[in-house]
């Protein structure tokens, strides 16, 4: 290819020899095809921002993971002590939610079974969307 040869045109342009003519003048080939170009970008980018997002994907994708979750969101507010005292948790699947809750414990420290008596108390029990692991619920009994 050929040399760039800058000429002064004007006082306000330049004059490229072979490559679209002179910068800033009025009528020229360049300024007619500005609009469409700008559009198409544009409508290029929004197309590309429409399409690209997060890859469908399950955050949480088994109770083991909810669990730890459980953990994390329940030790700031309740404190490790209270939080490590309720397992283990259990963990349900119903609706792309799951619901995590903790074990209630008798006086004498024995998990409370099917058989009476019923011990006094609550539990932990949060609820965490298995498509991107938002916190639904969290709370305790009493």
Known sequence: ?????WKRADRSRLEFGGIGGIIGAKGSR????????ILSCVLTMAALA????APERDYVPNSETAIAITEA??????GKKQT??????????KGGV???????????????GAA?????GGVAEVQISKKDARIILMGHGK
């Open 84 to 93: 490590e005292s309720e397992r283990p948790y259990s963990a349900t699947l």
């Open 50 to 53: 429409t399409c690209q997002g």
């Open 98 to 112: 799951w619901t995590v809750t903790g074990t209630l414990r008798c006086a004498d420290g024995k998990p409370q």
């Open 73 to 78: 969101v329940l030790i700031p507010v309740f």
């Open 1 to 5: 290819m050929g040399e760039i040869a």
């Open 30 to 37: 360049g300024s007619r095809m500005k609009p469409f170009v």
């Open 116 to 120: 009476l008596p019923t011990c006094v």
